[in-house]
């Protein structure tokens, strides 16, 4: 019997609608309930049972948080290649900025496994006695990415060990009016690791501290917004390495007592890395109104004799007419 044509159409337009609701055509979990919002497997814990829920994890295991609200939660993470995600919108984890409440007076989430993915989290108000209040503290080794996380209003958005086998991954994330304000702390603090790659995402208006400061043997940052406000550096890379600075607007205001944007390498005397080499692309546009005007570019001595330079001819205040010593 061949059914009319309305009569398909009809049926499916009852059944699309309930697919987007249970999440099977968006791909998206549904979200953990209200009084239970931490979800592994098919385990339910309350905002209370936070470390419980990391502990639930096994290796390879994904956190669910319900989106859409904030939690006054801290934990130690212990497993490896883990994925803590919010569904439902952005979840907030806040510290409140109370000193002794973050995990073993470090941040939110104390990171000992190996690697991890964290999506859609907001990290705010992390305080502790030591100035380096952090969102999350990466000790692990391995590949730790960020995606679509915000950092804000904390003593540092991140910070890690000092391990070569650490990457770190972040990928459209904001980060907001970081640092304690004892230039000490910054948006983003990388110890001697591996890699940091930063891809999209904003950082802003650090207090007197950098708003990423990178000790990595590679550093790259790629279609960045960095606002210095009140930091000290729009990227400090203390230590040198291989760094990449491509398709970033950066500005810098009288806000910031520090003339100069970036710097390379003036924490060490001599090569700390094999590799050390500086590439800022065509594409880059810098806007300056500190009046005075300081250099773009700070670069340690052992630099200028060892290293290797590519700064391309730049958008600096709406030309490409850079300022003097800013092209080699």
């Not at 999209?200 to 279609?223: E, F, P, Y």
């Not at 330079?309 to 003097?324: A, D, F, L």
Request: aromatic share 8%; net charge neutral; glycine share 12%.
């Amino acid at each position: 019997m061949n059914r009319p044509r309305r009569f398909f159409l009809k049926r499916l337009s009852t059944l699309v609608p309930a697919l987007f609701v249970s999440g099977q055509v968006s791909g998206k979990p549904p979200e953990p309930p209200v009084a239970k919002p931490f979800q592994v497997g098919t385990q339910l814990f309350a905002t209370n049972e936070f470390q419980q829920a990391l502990d639930a994890l096994s290796d390879g295991g994904t956190l669910l948080i319900r989106g859409g609200a904030s939690y006054h939660v801290t934990g130690t993470l212990s497993r490896d290649n883990v994925t803590i995600t919010a569904v439902g919108g952005k979840a907030t984890l806040d510290g409140l900025m109370k000193q002794n409440f973050p995990t073993a007076g470090k941040g939110l989430i104390v990171q000992t496994g190996q690697a991890a993915t964290y999506e859609d989290l907001i990290f705010q108000n992390v305080r502790v006695p030591d100035d380096n209040g952090v969102g999350v503290r990466v000790e692990g080794v391995g590949a730790t990415t960020f995606r679509r996380c915000e950092f804000r209003d904390s003593q540092e958005g991140i910070l890690t060990d000092n391990n070569s086998n650490c990457q770190i991954v972040m990928v459209d994330c904001i980060g907001e009016n970081l640092g304690a304000g004892d230039g000490q702390s910054h948006g983003v603090y990388c110890g001697t690791i591996g890699s940091l790659t930063i891809t999209g995402g904003s950082w802003t208006d650090s207090n007197v501290g950098h708003l990423i400061k990178s000790r990595a043997a590679r550093t790259r940052i790629k279609n960045v917004q960095l606002v210095e406000g009140r930091a000290s550096r729009a990227v400090d890379v203390p230590n040198g390495g291989v760094v990449e600075i491509i398709g970033c607007t950066i500005e810098q205001s009288d806000a910031t007592n520090n003339p100069d944007i970036i710097g390379y390498g003036l924490e060490v005397g001599a090569p700390f890395w094999p590799e050390n080499s500086f590439t800022f692309a065509a594409n880059n546009e810098v806007t300056n109104t500190r009046n005075p005007p300081g250099p773009v570019f700070s670069y340690a001595n052992w630099f200028n004799s060892v290293g290797t330079k590519i700064v391309e001819h730049y958008t600096y205040n709406g030309s490409n007419v850079n300022p003097p010593g800013a092209t080699v």
